[in-house]
């Protein structure tokens, strides 16, 4: 399979211009990472040296868990309410490409977000929490954890979006389900984090390799229920 990445690139500029002008959007993005600063925030400032998980940094990974699919999921159906998509159907991008730009768009901001905000909040545990609580919380395992997994839980949480977005013609309703959708994934973070599931070697290199797969399959199925025709005509 024949990839452009012109056509890629074009899609992708699109879908960030029209990000930019997006107030639901940008609100999703600036609102949802509060949802995992605060808790993370207050139960650090209040713990003292071993009174606290050791992964609690790892609840962070909700935000590229949730954030992506909520914005994935306006991606298709947005562009139905505002009659832009049929337009861009009419060009020579072909269904691959089209799908792989609006992931990759999604992708940039969400993982923008997500290390952004871990390093905020790595900068106030170091300079606000009590004494000897920062060595046990920022780690090199779970600092490469962050880099790992951010990555591959939002396309997950993308592809789905994604799917979710082809399916419906309201805006709201594809958002609110694509969060829906992303709650498991969500709920097995914070297990992680907050000592309930035990982190190990093992489970670090299963989950990758099953958000990988995940991610394969996920670009392929979405790539072959597009459907111009029906999307067109807005029948589900």
């Not at 779970?142 to 990555?151: D, I, K, V």
């Not at 591959?152 to 789905?160: E, K």
């Not at 958002?175 to 070697?201: D, E, K, M, N, R």
């Amino acid at each position: 399979m024949s990839i452009s990445p012109r056509h890629v690139r074009a899609v992708i500029r699109k879908e960030l211009r029209e990000y930019r002008h997006n107030g639901s959007i940008v609100g999703t993005m600036a609102v949802i990472p509060l949802i995992f600063i605060l808790p993370t925030l207050i139960h650090i400032f209040g713990a003292t040296a071993g009174s606290g998980p050791a992964d609690l940094l790892l609840y962070m990974l909700g935000i590229p868990a949730l954030v992506p699919a909520v914005v994935a999921a306006y991606s298709v159906v947005g562009e139905r309410q505002q009659g832009t998509l049929e337009p861009v159907l009419t060009t020579p991008v072909r269904r691959e490409e089209f799908m792989l730009g609006k992931a990759l768009a999604a992708l940039i901001p969400s993982l923008a977000i997500s290390y952004g905000v871990y390093l905020v909040v790595i900068a106030c545990v170091e300079l606000f929490a009590h004494p000897g609580v920062a060595p046990e919380l920022v780690r090199w395992p779970e600092l490469l954890a962050q880099l790992l997994f951010s990555p591959l839980l939002a396309g997950w949480s993308i592809w789905v979006g994604i799917a979710i977005s082809t399916r419906f013609g309201e805006a709201r309703v594809a958002q609110q389900l694509g969060a829906l959708a992303s709650f498991p994934s969500v709920l097995l973070v914070a297990l992680i984090a907050f000592g309930v599931i035990p982190a190990s070697l093992g489970l670090t290199i299963a989950g990758a390799g099953l958000l990988v797969l995940l991610n394969g399959l996920g670009w392929r199925i979405t790539s072959a229920a597009f459907q111009r025709e029906r999307l067109v005509s807005g029948t589900r």
